[in-house]
Nanobody, 119 residues
């Protein structure tokens, strides 16, 4: 079974930075999308950013210019560099992987890592 393991979450002051990492293992489609989603208390899960196996990226408007997604295809890892963090970025961040033919929001998920941004 495909497994995803996230790391890098924590507590940071507003304006600070964190780098999230996700490692995937198992049977992975050659053409796929890896991404980061987040869910804040009382909110629905939302896409933060994703990246295709070819390097194409997509970002939520709320994080454009502050966050950067990247990947290491050889190691099946995806990263999220989070800069200029705001309290509203506080959420559990989840790693996701899916074949490109599967709709966004589906696929396999990691256990999540908590990001807390204090004022």
């Amino acid at each position: 079974q495909l497994q995803l393991v996230e790391s890098g979450g924590g507590l940071v002051q507003a304006g600070g930075s964190l780098r999230l990492s996700c490692a995937a293992s198992g049977s992975i489609s050659r053409i796929h999308v890896m991404g980061w989603y987040r869910q804040a208390p009382g909110k629905q899960r939302e896409l933060v950013a994703d990246i295709t196996s070819g390097g194409g990226t997509n970002y939520a408007d709320s994080v454009k210019g502050r966050f950067a997604i990247s990947r290491d295809n050889a190691k099946n890892m995806v990263f999220l560099q989070m800069n200029s963090l705001k309290p509203e970025d506080t959420a559990v961040y989840y790693c996701n992987i899916r074949p490109v033919i599967i709709s966004r929001g589906s696929g396999s998920w990691g256990q999540g890592t908590q990001v807390t941004v204090s004022s």
